[in-house]
């Protein structure tokens, strides 16, 4: 049972869960009084019992943990960080790529422009550009993407260097993440990610025959046997470190939960998986009939996963993280990754946009490196969006986990950042089902024998 606004998570029986679902519309005797039918034959059930457990509603109640009010509709309409605050960028150090992934969302790496990498001027001017509107913020992200970020390796590496001299100067501390196909990677690329990637993103799509499907070389070649060793030695290198394992799934493999299963079983315990971001016209796009297929597969997933903790074979999986005993900060909580306000991309040749999803969408340009943020109209709706501007989220049990969801899914789903992607909606709830189960599971083990 999980009460939306406090963010507590509580473990009931079926006739407790009954009697919170009938507290607010029935007095106590009433509710006793139909407990006692529904029940009747049950020797656990009695008045005595039933009068306790609607005690315990009640103290929970007026703790604020049930039935909670919201408190944070008044926070929403206050002004966020101050604009033009900003504390990540995603440098997209090369719109070009090794791999022709068909489902690529950024056109094989292009982002529907001519093919060009980031020189190091402009990855210096991205860092100073960071520096100089992050406000008080101390730590700021900067993450290598692409395309292929390996392409324009000693670039990155340039660009890290420059960071980390200019963090005592500036009283800042910066965290990189990178994000490859791991064709590029070599040892010399193993040691510096593992010294100076605050997180790394593998991209492979669990089984062989799933991953090849879309993951070729240029000439045609799959790419699994290539990266797999790669990834293997990277992971046993990194030791402790962050990293993710991530892969996309299609209409053609809505049993994503065994290529999940498959790269768990090659050794690697911190693992994602994505559905595709393509038009419906696609022959690999998502279906309305792929959806109770999807909804079983994160529920048998979740259950596996539990059963292989308690074996000590465990394995993280990303959409299955949740903070229930603190959670994200409530400004995360109302209004989201801060795409278009806290968080920005930077295309190659320093232009700015609100996140990797709209670049090469000129309608969406906000500025460059040069000009600085231009288009502050659009940065303003971009920081408008929130839980409470979407009447679709207002009264949805989900919203304070998703906040609202993905603009830019939102926008391409419905032509509006502040639209609802509702196939991402539904997919995202029951990911939520999910790691709340687990966590209530991982308690009661730890706990309760």
Same mark, same amino acid.
């Given at each position: 049972?999980?009460?939306?606004?406090? $963010?507590? &998570?509580?473990?009931?029986?079926?006739?407790?869960?009954?009697?919170?679902? !009938?507290?607010? +519309? #029935?007095?106590?005797?009433?509710?006793?009084?139909?407990?006692?039918?529904?029940?009747?034959?049950?020797?656990?059930?009695?008045?005595?019992?039933?009068?306790?457990?609607?005690?315990?509603?009640?103290?929970?109640?007026?703790?604020?943990?049930?039935?909670?009010?919201?408190?944070?509709?008044?926070?929403?309409?206050?002004?966020?960080?101050?604009? $033009?605050? &900003?504390?990540?960028?995603?440098?997209?150090?090369?719109?070009?790529?090794? !791999?022709?992934? +068909? #489902?690529c969302f950024a056109g094989q790496g292009r982002y529907r422009g001519e093919r060009e990498v980031m020189s190091f001027e402009t990855g210096r001017a991205a860092i100073d550009f960071l520096v100089e509107h992050s406000g008080r913020r101390r730590n700021l992200?900067?993450?290598?993407?692409?395309?292929?970020?390996?392409?324009?390796?000693?670039?990155?590496?340039?660009?890290?260097?420059?960071?980390?001299?200019?963090?005592?100067?500036?009283?800042?501390?910066?965290r990189f993440t990178l994000t490859t196909n791991g064709l590029l990677i070599d040892d010399e690329v193993i040691e510096f990610c593992n010294r100076e990637m605050h997180n790394v993103v593998l991209s492979l799509d669990g089984r062989r025959e799933v991953n090849d499907r879309f993951r070729r070389t240029l000439s045609g070649q799959g790419s699994y046997d290539i990266i797999l060793p790669k990834f293997k030695r990277f992971v046993k290198a990194r030791g402790d470190r962050s990293y993710y394992i991530r892969g996309t799934y299609t209409h053609l493999n809505t049993d994503f939960t065994e290529d999940i299963l498959h790269m768990a079983d090659l050794g690697f315990d911190q693992l994602s998986m994505e559905p595709v971001v393509c038009p419906p016209s696609e022959p690999y796009a998502l279906t309305e009939d792929d959806l109770p297929v999807?909804?079983?597969?994160?529920?048998?997933?979740?259950?596996?996963?539990?059963?292989?903790?308690?074996?000590?074979?465990?394995?993280?999986?990303?959409?299955?993280?949740?903070?229930?005993?603190?959670?994200?900060?409530?400004?995360?909580?109302?209004?989201?990754?801060?795409?278009?306000?806290?968080?920005?991309?930077?295309?190659?040749?320093?232009e700015l946009y609100p996140c990797h999803q709209f670049v090469g969408h000129p309608q969406f340009r906000l500025g460059s490196l040069?000009?600085?943020?231009?288009?502050?109209?659009?940065?303003?709706?971009?920081?408008?969006?929130?839980?409470?501007?979407?009447?679709?989220?207002r009264e949805c049990w989900a919203r304070f986990y998703c906040a609202g969801g993905c603009a830019a899914n939102a926008y391409h789903a419905?032509?509006?950042?502040?639209?609802?992607?509702?196939?991402?909606?539904?997919?995202l709830k029951k990911r939520i089902e999910c790691a709340v189960m687990l966590k209530v599971a991982e308690y009661e083990d730890e706990n309760m024998g």
């Amino acid at each position: 049972m999980l009460d939306i606004n406090s $963010g507590s &998570v509580h473990s009931v029986d079926d006739v407790a869960y009954d009697m919170i679902a !009938l507290y607010p +519309e #029935y007095p106590r005797e009433k509710i006793i009084a139909d407990l006692l039918g529904k029940y009747r034959g049950r020797p656990d059930v009695n008045e005595a019992e039933l009068r306790e457990c609607y005690s315990d509603i009640q103290s929970l109640i007026d703790a604020k943990k049930l039935y909670s009010p919201d408190e944070f509709e008044e926070l929403a309409a206050l002004p966020g960080p101050r604009p $033009g605050t &900003v504390k990540a960028l995603c440098l997209h150090v090369a719109h070009t790529c090794n !791999l022709g992934c +068909e #489902y690529c969302f950024a056109g094989q790496g292009r982002y529907r422009g001519e093919r060009e990498v980031m020189s190091f001027e402009t990855g210096r001017a991205a860092i100073d550009f960071l520096v100089e509107h992050s406000g008080r913020r101390r730590n700021l992200e900067v993450d290598f993407f692409g395309g292929e970020p390996l392409m324009c390796w000693e670039t990155v590496k340039r660009i890290v260097a420059y960071a980390r001299g200019r963090e005592r100067e500036c009283g800042k501390n910066f965290r990189f993440t990178l994000t490859t196909n791991g064709l590029l990677i070599d040892d010399e690329v193993i040691e510096f990610c593992n010294r100076e990637m605050h997180n790394v993103v593998l991209s492979l799509d669990g089984r062989r025959e799933v991953n090849d499907r879309f993951r070729r070389t240029l000439s045609g070649q799959g790419s699994y046997d290539i990266i797999l060793p790669k990834f293997k030695r990277f992971v046993k290198a990194r030791g402790d470190r962050s990293y993710y394992i991530r892969g996309t799934y299609t209409h053609l493999n809505t049993d994503f939960t065994e290529d999940i299963l498959h790269m768990a079983d090659l050794g690697f315990d911190q693992l994602s998986m994505e559905p595709v971001v393509c038009p419906p016209s696609e022959p690999y796009a998502l279906t309305e009939d792929d959806l109770p297929v999807l909804l079983e597969q994160y529920e048998r997933l979740a259950s596996i996963m539990l059963e292989r903790k308690r074996q000590g074979r465990g394995f993280t999986f990303y959409h299955y993280i949740i903070d229930i005993e603190h959670g994200p900060c409530v400004h995360k909580r109302i209004s989201g990754c801060g795409s278009g306000t806290e968080y920005l991309a930077v295309t190659p040749s320093g232009e700015l946009y609100p996140c990797h999803q709209f670049v090469g969408h000129p309608q969406f340009r906000l500025g460059s490196l040069g000009e600085g943020l231009t288009n502050t109209e659009l940065q303003a709706r971009f920081g408008s969006c929130n839980i409470y501007t979407r009447p679709e989220c207002r009264e949805c049990w989900a919203r304070f986990y998703c906040a609202g969801g993905c603009a830019a899914n939102a926008y391409h789903a419905t032509g509006r950042i502040d639209g609802i992607y509702e196939y991402g909606c539904r997919l995202l709830k029951k990911r939520i089902e999910c790691a709340v189960m687990l966590k209530v599971a991982e308690y009661e083990d730890e706990n309760m024998g």
